[in-house]
């Protein structure tokens, strides 16, 4: 009898341990992201090196940019919602060619580049609302005589490796027998180099990184962006796939930046306004397709 009063009292307390066990978990929440945060103190972002203007190393090789200063909200959000306002940042570079993988494996927390939310990536990552929409199009010299992309026939021209963009190219070479020499490129940097140096006659990219490109010229005038848009891309955030609440964290981070109109400014701090390193003006007034997206934020794919 004593043995089974024993045994009775183990199974009580050990539903009350299971119960408050389960309690904390469900205050803690269940996302996988967060917890490995909590956990290590250290949230960790993926950003891109020369994406101007949207994320991309300063003169003092800080990260800076659109994408980051909505990364840095989204971080604010986290700090409150573990209650770690000491919580360290840790910031980690991201290629075309590596992003997803390093999203994939938890190496970053969050990438806060210029990634475009297809449908083929969404069974390997979670993508945000979108906070950016751009145009694929060529930044060519002002003198090259190319006008669209049907001038591309024969020539060579650069793009990003693992992009939108050179799927297309290729794609566009293919079917219509063009003759490209489609080389494929690092990053922006090393594309708009090639273009500059003359290996290339255009290099396709979304309209705003082009713009960006070319604020690294050593005479910016003497590049265009032009051609009619091949395809629209909409930018967003990722995260590890299959972790909605940490989604849904960052969703709402910034779709309360968006309809807050706090958005606003932050537009025209990057893209009409000079902005580092050369402190040139972009020029690039927000458009109606973007202004509809902040008043209404989603997460669709355009493809």
Known sequence: MIKTRLTGVMRGVLAVAMTLAAGAALAQGTSETLQKIESSGVISI????????????????????????????????????????????????VTSQNRIALVQNGTVDIECGVTTNLTARQSQVNFSNTFFVAGTRLLTNKNSGIKDFPDLAGKPVVTNAGTTSERILNKMNNEKKMGMNVISGKDYGESFTMLQGGRVQAFMMDDVLLAGARTMGRNPDEWVVTGKPQSFEAYGFMMKHGDTEFKKLVDDTLAGVMKSGEINAMYKKWFETPVPPKNIN??????????????????????
């Open 46 to 93: 993926g950003h891109r090196e020369s994406s101007i203007p949207f994320s991309y190393y300063d003169n003092g090789h800080n990260v800076i940019g659109y994408s980051q200063d909505l990364c840095n909200k989204v971080v604010d959000a986290v700090k409150t919602r573990l209650k770690k306002p000491d919580l360290q940042v840790r910031f980690i570079p």
């Open 282 to 303: 972009f020029n690039f007034p927000m458009s109606e397709q973007l202004k509809q997206l902040y008043a209404n934020p989603n997460d669709k794919a355009f493809e």
